[in-house]
């Protein structure tokens, strides 16, 4: 399978990037090729997402809440206020 190079706007927890950019330089590796293979690991277990019972409930209180917000508003705004 050849690489088509896509350029797309992925917001991430600046904390988790640096973290986790400081763990796959060990490998050799950056974040957009670890997006990639997790991508591809995903699709080819053709399996929902594990997401652990509180993540799911704030997803679900995020998709109820956001229909009634005056000016859009991101996740991790959304989760940050309900702390």
Request: no cysteine.
């Amino acid at each position: 399978m050849g690489v088509t190079k896509v350029r797309t706007n992925l917001y991430l927890n600046s904390e988790l990037k640096e973290a986790a950019q400081e763990k796959l330089d060990q490998y050799g590796m950056n974040l957009s090729s670890f997006v990639n293979v997790m991508l591809a690991k995903f699709l080819q277990k053709d399996v929902d997402m594990l997401l652990p019972p509180e993540t799911e409930a704030v997803l679900q209180d995020f998709e109820k809440e956001r229909k009634t917000f005056e000016e859009p508003i991101e996740l991790a705004q959304f989760i940050e206020e309900a702390r």
